[in-house]
C-alpha cells in the first residue's frame, strides 16, 4: 500500500532531535523525502542515516532557521536535490536562550528564579524570540514562496506549545513566543489560503524529548505529566501523528487551527 505522503517533498526543522525527528521518520515511512533542518550537525545527519537505513530519501542542510540567508539556503537546496516542495515543518525551539548550548546554570526549569523577567538580559529574551518566532517566519515565508513558484499548494506545521496558554515561571519569553505562533499560524492560513497552502500548528503537552530533561529531573509529579488528564508525558512520535494528519489530504479542508496534543491539560 503506498504510504500517505508518497511522492511528497517535506522540511523538517529541528529534524536532529526529539518531535522534529520523530515526524522525519514518520514522514519517510509515508514514502516522502525528507530534508532536515537543524543547527545540532551530529543530530541532523543522525537522522538522514536513519532514513536512508529504511530505505528511505533523506538529506541534511545546517540551518540556523534564525537566520533568513539559512533558510533561504534550506529552501533552494531541498528543491535541487528532490526537484520540489510539498510541506514544511518547523519544529526547531530553544526553551531558553542557551539551550542548544546546554548550559545548566541558565536552563530556567532548574533555575526559575533566575530566569524571571526581572533578572533576564534582554538579549536572552530576543534569542528566544528570534528562533521560536522569527525562524518560524521565515521558514513558512520561504517555503510558501516556493510552493506557490511551483504552483500546487502544500502544507506548513508549526510548534507551539501548551505554554501558550499559561504563563510559567522563568520561560516567559517562552511562552509569548508560542503565543507568536498560534497567531502567525492563522495569519498565514489567511495569506496563504488562496494559494491552496494549509497552515496549522500542534501544541504540545509535556513530551519525552532532551527539552523536558531536566524539567523530569526534578521528579515532580507534575513535571512527568501526573497532573494531567491522561495522567503520563506522551512519546514523540504521538505528536508527529498529529503533524502528519495536517500534513496529508485527510485534513485537506482545515487550516489555520492549532490542536493541543497535550493529554488533557487545561481541560479542568
Ligand atoms: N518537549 C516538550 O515537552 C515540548 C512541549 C511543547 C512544545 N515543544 C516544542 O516542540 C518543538 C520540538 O522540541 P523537542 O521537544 O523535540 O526538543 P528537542 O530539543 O529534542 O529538539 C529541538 C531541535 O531544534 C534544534 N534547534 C534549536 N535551535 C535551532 C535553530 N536556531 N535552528 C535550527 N535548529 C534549531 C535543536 O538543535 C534540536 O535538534 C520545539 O519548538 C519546542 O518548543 C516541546
Redesign the pocket.
Known amino acids: 500500500m503506498p504510504g500517505e505522503l508518497e511522492g511528497k517533498v517535506s522540511i523538517i526543522?529541528?529534524?536532529?532531535?526529539?518531535?522534529?525527528?520523530?515526524t522525519a521518520l514518520m514522514f519517510a515511512r509515508e514514502g516522502a523525502s525528507v530534508a532536515i533542518?537543524?543547527?545540532?550537525d551530529e543530530?541532523?545527519e543522525a537522522t538522514a542515516a536513519q532514513i536512508e537505513d529504511l530505505g528511505g530519501n533523506a538529506t541534511f542542510v545546517h540551518?540556523?532557521?534564525?537566520?533568513e540567508q539559512?533558510v533561504v539556503n534550506l529552501v533552494s537546496t531541498t528543491v535541487d536535490q528532490f526537484g520540489r516542495l510539498d510541506s514544511m515543518v518547523?519544529?526547531?525551539?530553544?526553551?531558553y536562550a542557551d539551550?542548544?548550548e546546554g548550559d545548566e546554570a541558565t536552563d530556567p526549569f532548574l533555575h526559575p528564579d533566575a530566569a524571571t523577567i526581572l533578572n533576564k538580559p534582554t538579549e536572552r529574551w530576543q534569542k528566544v524570540l528570534?528562533?521560536?518566532l522569527t525562524?518560524v517566519m521565515l521558514c513558512a515565508r520561504e517555503s510558501a514562496r516556493q510552493m506557490m513558484a511551483e504552483g500546487h499548494g502544500g502544507t506548513i506545521v508549526n510548534?507551539?506549545?501548551?505554554?501558550a496558554y499559561a504563563p510559567s515561571p522563568g520561560i516567559m519569553d517562552?511562552c509569548v513566543?508560542?503565543v507568536g505562533?498560534i497567531m502567525l499560524t492563522r495569519c498565514f492560513a489567511v495569506e496563504f489560503g488562496p494559494h491552496g497552502i494549509r497552515v496549522n500548528a500542534?501544541?504540545?503537552?509535556?513530551?519525552?524529548?532532551?527539552?523536558?530533561e531536566s524539567?523530569r529531573s526534578t521528579g515532580s509529579l507534575q513535571s512527568q505529566g501526573g497532573g494531567l488528564p491522561l495522567r503520563r508525558?506522551?512519546k514523540?512520535e504521538e505528536?508527529s501523528e498529529a503533524v502528519l494528519f495536517f500534513t496529508s489530504d485527510r485534513s485537506s479542508y482545515v487550516t489555520g487551527k492549532t490542536l493541543g496534543v497535550?493529554g488533557g491539560t487545561n481541560t479542568v
Request: aromatic letters at 4%.
Open positions: 526543522t529541528g529534524g536532529g532531535s526529539g518531535m522534529g525527528r520523530s533542518a537543524d543547527v545540532n543530530g541532523g540551518t540556523d532557521t534564525s537566520s539559512d518547523t519544529a526547531a525551539g530553544i526553551s539551550y542548544v528570534d528562533v521560536n525562524g510548534f507551539a506549545s501548551i505554554a517562552y513566543s508560542k505562533v500542534v501544541a504540545p503537552g509535556p513530551i519525552e524529548t532532551p527539552m523536558t524539567l508525558m506522551a514523540p505528536v497535550d
